[in-house]
C-alpha cells in the first residue's frame, strides 16, 4: 500500500461554515480541530461569515456608487482584520488585497449590467479570500499546510448559480490533482464553487459548501465527512425557532436527508446525496464547542422513532393550474409537466384535485429569492389552463419513520394545527414525511406548536 492509500483507510474531509470562519478567534478554533486530528487532511471551507451576502448584493448591481463603497468597505474589513491579526501576514496580504480588487472591478461591471455568469465569479471570491486566510493560519500554528484551488476538481455543468457537480469527472480529477498532495500535509480548500469544462467559475447555489465538501469525500474514497458549524449536531428543530429543540444523537441517511431536502439549513439539501454513495458516515458539530459532540448520521441506526423532527423551508412559491379539460382526461399532467421541463422549471411538491393541480418550485439558485415561473411558461401554461401564482409561503415537513402506516398519527399533527390554514398537504409518497405549506406569517408559531406537542 502507499502511504496515499494509508491515509484513505482514516481520511476525514472536514468542512467549515462561515461562523466557523468568521473571523481570526473562529478561524483558530477551527484550526485546533484538524490540528488535533491526523486524519483530518481535507479542509473545505466558506467565506466568512457574511460575505457572501455582500457579494450577491455587489453582484446584483448596486448603482448607487456610496452603498457599492460602503459594501467594498466592510469586506475589506472583514479580511484585514484576520490579517491583521497573523503572525506573518506579509504572505498572503497582496493576495487579500488582489482578490478585493477583483471584486472592486467585478462590482463595476455587475453595477452596468449584471448576469448570472458574473454573479458566480464575483461571489466565488468570498471562498478564496477566506482559504487564504485560513491556510496561513494553520500553518502558524505549524500544521503543514497548502491551498488549492477546488476549481481544478470541482468540474460542474454551467448553470450558473446552481451547477450541476458531475461526480466521474470530480474522482478522475481528484485522483490526479488532490491526492498526491495528501501524502505529507492538509489541504485547504473551497466549498461552494466549481468550475465548468470551459474553465468559468459556477457555484453550487447558496449554502453549497456542504454539497462541496460531501462530493469531495466521495471523490477521494474518504472514511469520514464532518460538518463544523454553530450548533453541536443536528437538533429535533431549528434551536433557533423552539428553544427547547434536543440534540438527535444519531439518525439514519434516510431521515437526514429528508431533513436536509426540506430545508433544515444546517446541510445543503443535496449533501447526503454522495455521502450514501459512498456510504461514507457524516458527523455534525460544533466548532466553537467540538467537546460537546454532535450528530452520526449513518446507514442504519438502532432507534427508528415514528417522530424524528421539523424542518421549515421559506420562501415557498405554489402554483396552481385549472382546467375543465384535465376532469377524466388524459395527458393534461403530461402536457403541463412537458412545459416545465421545456422552461427548466424543477417542480418540488405537488398535489391534485379533479380540475386542478397545485404545486410548488424548487428552491432558487445563488441570486437569492423565492423562485419564479418564467414568463415564456407561464405564458405556454396559460394556454393550457388558469395559471395562479401564490408567494409567501413556508413549507413545514415532520420527519419521522412508518408515519404513513401508524394508526392515530395524523390526528397528532392536525389536531395541534387546528387554528392554522394549512395551503397544500403531502402525506404517503415516503414513510419518512408529512409536509405541508402555511402563510409565512404563522410559519414559526406553527412549527413551535408541533414542536412542543410532539417533542417537548
Ligand atoms: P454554516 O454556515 O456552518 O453552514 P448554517 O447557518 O448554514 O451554518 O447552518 C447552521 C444553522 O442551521 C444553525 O445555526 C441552525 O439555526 C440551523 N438549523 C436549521 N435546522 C436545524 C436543525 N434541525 N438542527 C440544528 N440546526 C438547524
Ligand atoms: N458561502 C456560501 C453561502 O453563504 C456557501 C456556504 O457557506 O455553504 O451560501
Ligand atoms: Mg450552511
Known amino acids: 500500500m502507499s502511504p496515499v492509500d494509508n491515509h484513505a483507510a482514516a481520511l476525514t474531509v472536514a468542512k467549515f461554515g462561515g461562523t466557523s470562519v468568521a473571523d481570526f478567534t473562529a478561524m483558530s478554533r477551527s484550526a485546533a480541530i484538524i490540528k488535533n486530528n491526523p486524519a483530518a487532511r481535507i479542509v473545505l471551507i466558506s467565506a466568512c461569515s ?38 506573518s501576514p506579509e504572505n498572503v496580504a497582496s493576495k487579500i ?14 453595477a452596468s449590467q449584471p448576469s ?66 495528501l501524502e505529507n500535509q492538509v489541504v485547504v480548500s473551497q466549498g461552494f464553487i466549481g468550475s465548468d469544462s470551459k474553465g468559468q467559475t459556477t457555484t ?69 446525496v454522495p455521502a450514501v454513495r459512498q456510504q461514507i458516515p457524516v458527523f455534525i458539530g460544533s466548532s466553537k464547542a467540538p467537546e460537546q459532540g454532535g450528530t452520526w448520521i449513518r446507514e442504519s441506526v438502532d432507534d427508528a422513532p415514528l417522530f424524528r423532527a421539523l424542518a421549515l423551508r421559506c420562501n415557498q412559491t405554489m402554483v396552481t393550474l385549472t382546467s375543465l379539460n ?24 405537488i398535489t391534485t384535485s379533479e380540475v386542478s393541480v397545485s404545486l410548488t418550485l424548487d428552491q432558487t439558485d445563488t ?32 420527519i419521522g419513520n412508518q408515519m404513513s402506516s401508524t394508526k392515530g398519527s395524523a390526528k397528532q399533527i392536525f389536531g395541534t394545527l387546528e387554528d392554522y390554514n394549512l395551503r397544500m398537504i403531502c402525506y404517503g409518497a415516503s414513510p419518512h ?6 402563510k409565512e406569517q404563522d410559519a414559526k408559531s406553527v412549527v413551535k406548536a408541533l414542536h412542543q406537542k410532539i417533542f417537548e
Not at 429569492?369 to 389552463?385: D, F, H, I, M, R
Not at 414525511?433 to 402555511?438: A, I
Open 50 to 87: 457574511g460575505v457572501t451576502n455582500l457579494l450577491v448584493e455587489l453582484a446584483n448591481g448596486v448603482t448607487e456608487p456610496d452603498r457599492r463603497q460602503q459594501l467594498l468597505t466592510r469586506l475589506g474589513q472583514i479580511h484585514h482584520n484576520v490579517l491583521s491579526e497573523l503572525q
Open 97 to 110: 488585497d488582489s482578490l478585493l480588487d477583483s471584486v472592486s472591478t467585478l462590482a463595476d461591471q455587475a
Open 116 to 181: 448570472v455568469q458574473l454573479t458566480d465569479q464575483l461571489v466565488s471570491h468570498g471562498e478564496l479570500l477566506s482559504t487564504h486566510l485560513f491556510t496561513r493560519i494553520l500553518n502558524e500554528m505549524d500544521v503543514d499546510t497548502v491551498r488549492f484551488d477546488i476549481r481544478d476538481i470541482m468540474r460542474t455543468d454551467s448553470q450558473f448559480g446552481k451547477a450541476i457537480p458531475q461526480p466521474e469527472a470530480i474522482r478522475q480529477l481528484a485522483t490526479d490533482k488532490l491526492r498526491p498532495l
Open 204 to 272: 453550487l447555489g447558496r449554502g453549497g459548501s456542504d454539497y462541496s465538501a460531501a462530493l469531495v469525500a466521495e471523490a477521494v474514497d474518504a472514511s469520514t465527512l464532518e460538518i463544523w458549524t454553530d450548533v453541536p449536531g443536528m437538533y429535533t428543530t431549528d434551536p433557533r425557532i423552539a428553544a427547547a429543540a434536543k440534540p438527535i444523537k444519531e439518525i439514519s441517511f434516510s431521515e437526514a436527508s429528508e431533513m436536509a431536502n426540506f430545508g433544515a439549513k444546517i446541510l445543503h439539501p443535496s449533501t447526503l
Open 326 to 349: 384535465m376532469f377524466h382526461a388524459y395527458g393534461f399532467l403530461a402536457e403541463v409537466f412537458r412545459i416545465l421541463a421545456e422552461h427548466k422549471v424543477s417542480v418540488d411538491l
Open 367 to 398: 441570486g437569492g429569492g423565492a423562485p419564479t415561473l418564467p414568463p415564456k411558461a407561464v405564458e405556454a401554461l396559460s394556454e393550457l389552463c388558469r395559471v395562479e401564482v401564490e408567494q409567501g409561503l413556508c413549507l413545514v415537513a415532520l
Open 433 to 438: 414525511n408529512l409536509c405541508f405549506l402555511v
